[in-house]
């Protein structure tokens, strides 16, 4: 699951990456990149079991979240 | 009447991140010239309009000073706070505050117009990881050229 980002142009006309803030759940008000299908992906560190990750949030937060290894693969 | 932050679409101009530190410089994708910053770290995230990416190399700046001095003069730190404002709107105070009892002690303050106070406490590895996080996110704005 490779991060695809999402682009715009800046005021230069340069391609940037498109940012969005989590509208719903725990993680409400961060600013994540997104992606090519409008997922959110924000930066989330290691806890419990899992390493430090990319939590894919869908919807703005609305439909939960997928976990994803710093390799692209879903933990 | 300018946007809320909310209602702008904002884009990704520099990066950096040590440890469990990362820091976002974003700017509006408009025709605004508005920037942001993000700063994370284990225990903190703030979000926060800058006057613009010199804020960087201003926070940096500040950072360092502590071993500057302990270099050039070898003399005892000077016990002034110091203070370097980092955000932008006055109503909701940003700002990086040097320690006077330990030189490598900082203080990530926030400070609302109705006096909502909100402090975090970084030294040692955090200072260390929060100047790298910073020293990267500035070869980015530095690659993007004069604004």
């Known amino acids: ?75 | 009447m300018k946007p809320s932050e909310d209602d702008l679409s904002r884009g990704l101009v520099a990066v950096g991140s040590a440890g469990g530190w990362q820091v976002d410089l974003d700017e509006a994708i408009s025709d605004d010239e508005r920037w942001f910053m993000q700063i994370e770290g284990p225990s903190v995230y703030l979000n926060f309009e800058v006057e613009s990416p010199r804020v960087i190399d201003k926070a940096l700046e500040f950072l360092m000073k502590r071993k500057k001095a302990d270099s050039e003069s070898r003399r005892r730190w000077s016990r002034k706070n110091d203070e370097l404002k980092i955000g932008k709107c006055d109503k909701e105070l940003v700002t990086l505050v040097r320690d006077d009892e330990f030189a490598d002690r900082y203080f990530l303050a926030v400070q609302t117009a109705t006096k909502l106070t909100f402090r975090v406490t970084f030294g040692g590895k955090d200072l260390v990881q929060l100047e790298s996080a910073l020293r990267q996110a500035k070869i980015d704005v530095d690659d993007e050229g004069p604004e």
């Open chain 1, 1 to 75: 699951m490779p991060f695809i980002p999402k682009l715009d142009k800046n005021k230069k006309g340069e391609p940037i990456i498109v940012k969005k803030t989590i509208q719903h759940g725990p993680k409400k008000g961060k600013k994540g990149y997104v992606d090519s299908s409008g997922k959110i992906w924000i930066r989330d560190r290691a806890h419990g079991d899992y390493p430090d990750h990319w939590d894919v949030q869908e919807n703005g937060g609305k439909m939960g979240r997928t976990r994803v290894g710093d390799d692209g693969e879903p933990l």
